[in-house]
């Protein structure tokens, strides 16, 4: 069956569009067009449009400001090619007229097309408003064009851009979009600043969400592909979206360097922090990255995440000094990540011989190594915990920083990085909130005044990088968290954000080792770094020799809690 080829109509279009602007142009002018010369044109416009520029592929329907672009470039370069047969000749001033005749025809034709055939298409039963009138706002509102969605306004902050418009729609400022929203309630706000902070997201959902049905938001500058559409990428506000901060003294320079070409070494690597971390070397440059976990369906996920032929999948445990140093043997790491360790309170609490063997003795054994076979770094990931800890778990984290401190490292740099909880972790309350809401209810939060640290785990991931990299050896970094977070008040915010104010929240009472707060300083006695998202921790002595005996009296003895308050004084534990 015979199908009409698009590029044929275009031919067309061409031909007969330049045979009438130059009847129309030649008529203005009272002369006569030789025929000889109209045919010229005509095909050099059509091998122009085909052969050099290929605009037939060009869709009308969805053309943009580039298409009109493109289609003038393609008949401007086509006036070049026979403008010497015309120069010095009246017919020359008649020929450009003619030209931007035509191009004011396609454009117009092409333009039409696509309002019409948009607008026929389309019913606009949904307004929308765009908070911020940037790049990312201008190119939204192309897209919202050929949608169901009116643009109604631009919001900006910036007065200069609240004196004009964006293709006849206002930009206007905060204070007049409360107005306005006062007496009419609008589908849809979408929030287009990439690079805005949290507290500025934050702002505005709180100030503006009771006059909107839905609020999106669109995601970091990092997650932006070039190549796809902004509209395609808008998400709704989530509760990372309002807590999550961007350190603004990220150095990536610096962490590049640190990590090109190295041979990475990442312990725990199928977890939530260390499969960041290993998402993190590989952008960064790493040479080779060894990840090493025991789970097999963690390491399977992040194995197959990266799929890069200089990613080495090793099963193993850290506690199996054997095994690991075969893996040492074999890759020779430059860099050792140390991120593999049981993190969540209440199970180390009730498992504390595999909480002491895994935290205290994979670490040992990680560092150990890392010294024997000349490891240029060695990074402990650490916790808030481990500060004056009320529970096993932060407690077998001091004890790993108190021996990396300590510990006689020759060539070896040794740091710690201490940071709070990271969201949307596998141990992070907001998992477990979201599918109790799913489930209906009721949230459980354990005491109305329990508060936390919170950080994206990316966030936390480059910054750990950033430590590392200045590190010189005997150092406990400690990230920014910002202020800590009242969880009760967490839970009210995504049962907003869910849109079901039915769901309650009931308390539960505080687990055996957890406190009400979380401390990431010791002492008041920290130093700055050259970053104010990191600071340093300062050093606790402990002889190494009575450190190594304790460990290892902490592995046979019956009472292992007394045992941890020898090494560790400040550990006060609470079974609540």
């Not at 990074?379 to 481990?386: E, H, M, N, R």
Request: proline letters at 3%; glycine letters at 4%.
């Amino acid at each position: 069956m015979f199908k009409f080829d698009k590029r044929i109509l275009n031919i067309l279009v061409i031909a007969i569009l330049t045979f009438i602007t130059f009847y129309w142009t030649f008529f203005i002018f009272h002369q006569s067009p030789q025929i000889s010369v109209i045919i010229g044109v005509i095909i050099t416009r059509i091998i122009s449009s085909f052969l050099i520029y290929k605009d037939y592929s060009i869709s009308w329907s969805k053309s943009t400001q580039r298409t009109f672009l493109i289609k003038s470039i393609v008949y401007i370069s086509s006036f070049i090619v026979y403008l010497p047969i015309f120069y010095g000749d009246v017919r020359f001033a008649l020929l450009a007229s003619e030209l931007f005749l035509y191009l004011f025809s396609i454009n117009f034709l092409m333009y039409s097309y696509n309002y019409f055939t948009n607008k026929c298409n389309t019913i606009k039963d949904k307004t929308v408003i765009i908070y911020g009138a940037g790049k990312a706002g201008v190119k939204l509102s192309d897209e919202f064009r050929n949608s169901k969605y009116t643009i109604k306004y631009f919001v900006d902050d910036s007065k200069i851009l609240q004196k004009r418009s964006v293709d006849g729609i206002q930009i206007i400022s905060k204070s007049k979009l409360k107005t306005i929203v006062k007496n009419t309630k609008f589908d849809l706000l979408v929030i287009a600043m990439p690079s805005a902070n949290k507290s500025r997201v934050k702002f505005i959902y709180d100030k503006l969400n009771p006059h909107f049905k839905t609020i999106k938001i669109l995601p970091s500058l990092d997650e932006i592909l070039q190549e796809k559409d902004y509209s395609a990428q808008l998400k709704d506000i989530s509760v990372e979206d309002l807590l999550a901060r961007h350190p603004k003294d990220l150095d990536k320079d610096k962490i590049e360097k640190f990590i090109k070409d190295k041979v990475v070494l990442i312990t725990g690597a199928g977890g939530s922090i260390g499969s960041e971390i290993s998402r993190q070397c590989k952008k960064f440059g790493a040479k080779q990255l060894i990840l090493l976990d025991h789970s097999e369906y963690n390491l399977y996920q992040i194995i197959e995440e990266l799929s890069c032929k200089n990613t080495i999948p090793v099963m193993q445990t850290v506690r199996n000094i054997g095994f690991i140093e075969n893996t040492f043997k074999k890759y020779k790491p430059q860099i050792v990540i140390h991120a593999a360790a049981y993190k969540h309170v209440p199970l180390v609490e009730d498992n504390i011989l595999e909480g002491i063997s895994n935290n205290i003795i994979g670490t040992k054994n990680c560092i150990d190594l890392s010294i024997k076979y000349n490891v240029e770094k060695f990074v402990l990931i650490s916790t808030d915990k481990a500060v004056r800890p009320t529970n096993v778990m932060g407690t077998t984290k001091r004890v790993c920083e108190l021996y990396a401190q300590n510990v006689i490292s020759k060539s070896t740099e040794i740091v710690a990085v201490r940071f709070g909880n990271v969201l949307g972790s596998s141990g992070s309350v907001i998992p477990k909130f979201k599918a109790q809401i799913e489930s209906g209810g009721p949230i459980t939060v354990t005491h109305p005044d329990i508060t936390r640290y919170f950080m994206l785990i990316p966030e936390a991931c480059e910054l750990v990088l950033q430590a590392a990299s200045i590190g010189k050896g005997g150092e406990i970094f400690i990230l920014d968290m910002g202020e800590p977070i009242k969880i009760v008040d967490l839970a009210k915010k995504m049962i907003e954000l869910s849109g079901r104010e039915e769901i309650q929240i009931e308390y539960c009472g505080l687990r055996p080792g957890e406190k009400l707060y979380e401390e990431l300083l010791i002492d008041d006695s920290d130093k700055k770094t050259d970053y104010d998202s990191i600071t340093v921790a300062s050093s606790t002595r402990f002889d190494i020799n009575l450190l190594n005996k304790k460990i290892e009296e902490l592995l046979v003895s019956d009472d292992k809690i007394k045992v941890l308050k020898e090494i560790v004084p400040e550990f006060n534990h609470k079974l609540n």
